[in-house]
T-cell receptor, first 116, second 111 residues
Framework: GAGVSQTPSNKVTEKGKYVELRCDPI?????LYWYRQSLGQGPEFLIY????????DSGLPNDRFFAVRPEGSVSTLKIQRTERGDSAVYLC??????????????FGAGSRLTVL | QKEVEQDPGPLSVPEGAIVSLNCTYS??????FMWYRQYSRKGPELLMY????GNKEDGRFTAQVDKSSKYISLFIRDSQPSDSATYLC???????????FGKGTTLSVSS
C-alpha cells in the first residue's frame, strides 16, 4: 500500500483480556518496527523484524507481549492479560532495509489501546 | 538519566516567529539524527535527517548537530499555524536497530 496501515485505530478492552493489533507495512519494506507511545512521551521501541524473524525484541516489557510476522509482510502485536498500564498508542513503522542507522522509518497512524 | 532529553514545553509563539527546538543526548555512539513531526492523533512523520555533525537546511527548517556537545537543534523560520504539532528528536548509532526518541516538544503557533 501507499503507507503503513494499522488496525484497529482504536481499541477499548477490559483488564485481563487478550488484544491483537495489526500492521500492514509499505509493500517491499523488509524491516518492521513496533513502538509504544504513552501520553506525553516519545515512542519507545518494542520489537524489530527483519523479514519474518524478530531481530531485536529487547524492548518488549514482559512475556505478556508477543509479536509475529509469519510471511514477512503483515505483523501482529499480541498482548495477553492486558493491564491498565498497557494503555497507550501502539505505533508500527517500516523501512526498506533494517539494521542500519541510515534507515528512514515510515510510521503508521497507530492503534490507540485503552484498558479499562 | 535518559539517553535523549527533550523539553516537552509547551512552546507558544506568534505566527512569523523563529522557533528553536533542542535535544541533548548521552550516547556518543549516536551518528544519525532525525526530527519527526507528529500531529494530534497521527503517526510521526520524518521532517529532517542529518548524519554526524553539521547543518542541514530544507526550506524554512534547519537542523543542527553538535556532536562535541551532544546537542541537536531544529530551527523553524517564519513559523506558521500549520507548524503547530509535537516535534520529536530521534537518533541511532551506526549499528543500532532502533531509533531512540526524545519526549517531544509541543509547539503552538498562533495567527
Amino acid at each position: 500500500g501507499a503507507g503503513v496501515s494499522q488496525t484497529p485505530s482504536n481499541k477499548v478492552t477490559e483488564k485481563g483480556k487478550y488484544v491483537e493489533l495489526r500492521c500492514d507495512p509499505i509493500s517491499g519494506h523488509t524491516a518492521l518496527y513496533w513502538y509504544r507511545q504513552s501520553l506525553g512521551q516519545g515512542p519507545e521501541f518494542l520489537i524489530y523484524f527483519q523479514g519474518t524473524g524478530a531481530a531485536d525484541d529487547s524492548g518488549l516489557p514482559n512475556d505478556r507481549f508477543f509479536a509475529v510476522r509469519p510471511e514477512g509482510s503483515v505483523s501482529t502485536l499480541k498482548i495477553q492479560r492486558t493491564e491498565r498500564g498497557d494503555s497507550a498508542v501502539y505505533l508500527c513503522a517500516s523501512s526498506l532495509k533494517g539494521n542500519s542507522g541510515a534507515n528512514v522509518l515510515t510510521f503508521g497512524a497507530g492503534s490507540r489501546l485503552t484498558v479499562l | 538519566q535518559k539517553e535523549v532529553e527533550q523539553d516537552p514545553g509547551p512552546l507558544s509563539v506568534p505566527e512569523g516567529a523563529i522557533v528553536s527546538l533542542n535535544c541533548t543526548y548521552s550516547n556518543s555512539a549516536f551518528q544519525y539524527f532525525m526530527w519527526y513531526r507528529q500531529y494530534s492523533r497521527k503517526g510521526p512523520e520524518l521532517l529532517m535527517y542529518t548524519y554526524s555533525s553539521g547543518n542541514k537546511e530544507d526550506g524554512r527548517f534547519t537542523a543542527q548537530v553538535d556532536k562535541s556537545s551532544k546537542y541537536i537543534s531544529l530551527f523553524i523560520r517564519d513559523s506558521q499555524p500549520s507548524d503547530s504539532a509535537t516535534y520529536l528528536c530521534a537518533m541511532i548509532g551506526q549499528a543500532g536497530t532502533a531509533l531512540i526518541f526524545g519526549k517531544g516538544t509541543t509547539l503552538s503557533v498562533s495567527s
